[in-house]
């Protein structure tokens, strides 16, 4: 049994190890004063103690402190004063970079990470593809190893990553594509991320807070159902549309301003109004409504005015 508490390092008396009352499921004890701090921020935590990790206390008491200074982010120029008004800094100054981005990202997630996964995150800029984005992010442990490391979801794909203390890496990746399907366990305190393969492995993460596997399981399953990336196609499809109509607008007053005489629809003036009158030249109803069309589009778009477009459509109906 451990002679000291697992959060303080305070030697532990007997009234800390009574009956195992303060024992987690790791094994560590806590001292009654790290005991009371944690459940004074949640009380949830007295009723399930034996379920708790080490890493789960220190992220819940970490949470709570955070949550004492309007709950900043670590995205870049936050900050926030601690209890001896001194100002503390998150994230980096100067240009923007990488990791700038993706801290924008997990704040954009609405995610609440403890200090302990700062190398985690910061390994991010090696782990994501130039292109790929965080759609999920949480803190958690493996099931059953407890590795304690952070998982996120990205358009493509779930990965579990832990940066050991000797700098190596421990990664699990599962693409969309292999995964059968995912569901989630919510407790009081924690929730559960189980992910079943095609191959027929299952993959189980406990994440620290209990909305976070829910989230998960919404993300990888709007990609794995394909809505995410129709949503991505459909954005593609109308801008493409608009780039054509646009180009097609141009186009039209570029055709319109640059068509032979006979064929424009601003007539030369080369006769008098008289035989203008009695000379103009007949047009299929067809054609006239063609060019008025593209007259509408040019008084749209800012190129002819209002006196303009009546006067030219005043000439084509003439035509008629």
């Known amino acids: 049994m451990n002679n000291i508490c697992g959060l303080c390092g305070a ?21 009654n004063k790290c005991l009371n701090e944690a459940t004074d921020i949640n009380k949830d935590i007295v009723d ?50 990488r990791l700038d981005i993706i801290q924008d990202q997990i704040v954009a997630l609405n995610a609440r990470l403890s200090v302990f996964v ?11 593809d130039e292109n790929e984005k965080l759609t999920a992010i949480a803190e958690g442990l493996t099931v059953p190893d407890k590795v304690e490391g952070l998982i996120f979801a990205s358009q493509k794909r779930v990965v579990f990553i832990d940066k050991k203390f000797f700098g190596n890496i421990q990664q699990n990746e599962y693409l969309y594509q292999n995964i059968a399907s995912v569901e989630h366990i919510e407790s009081l305190l924690y929730s559960t991320l189980k992910i079943y393969t095609k191959s027929g492995s299952c993959a189980e993460f406990k994440l620290h807070n209990k909305n976070d596997a829910r989230n998960f399981c919404n993300a990888v399953n709007a990609y794995i ?10 954005q593609q499809q109308q801008q493409q549309q608009q780039q054509q109509q646009q180009q097609q607008i141009q ?34 109803p067809e054609i006239i409504f063609e060019q008025l069309e593209k007259l509408g589009k040019l008084r749209e778009t800012g190129i002819l005015t209002e006196q303009e477009f009546a006067e030219q459509k005043k000439k084509l109906l003439e035509r008629l």
Do not use: M, W
Not at 225 to 234: F, L, W
Not at 254 to 267: A, D, T
């Open 11 to 31: 030697p532990l008396t007997s009234l800390d190890t009574l009956l195992g009352g303060n024992r987690l499921a790791d094994g560590h004890f806590l001292c």
């Open 48 to 97: 399930n103690l034996g379920q708790l990790f080490l890493p789960e206390i220190r992220g819940i008491i970490l949470q709570g402190k955070i949550g004492e200074f309007d709950k900043p982010t670590i995205s870049q120029g936050s900050e926030f004063k601690d209890a001896q008004n001194q100002t503390q800094s998150f994230g980096f100054g100067g240009a923007v970079t």
């Open 118 to 128: 700062d190398a985690e995150v910061k390994e991010l800029v090696n782990v994501l």
């Open 225 to 234: 159902s394909g809505s995410a990336n129709r949503s991505d196609k459909q």
């Open 251 to 284: 186009a039209t007053s570029f055709n319109i301003y640059n068509l032979p005489v006979s064929e424009s629809v601003f007539p030369q003036n080369t006769l008098t109004p008289a035989a203008q009158n009695s000379e103009v030249k007949k047009e299929s």
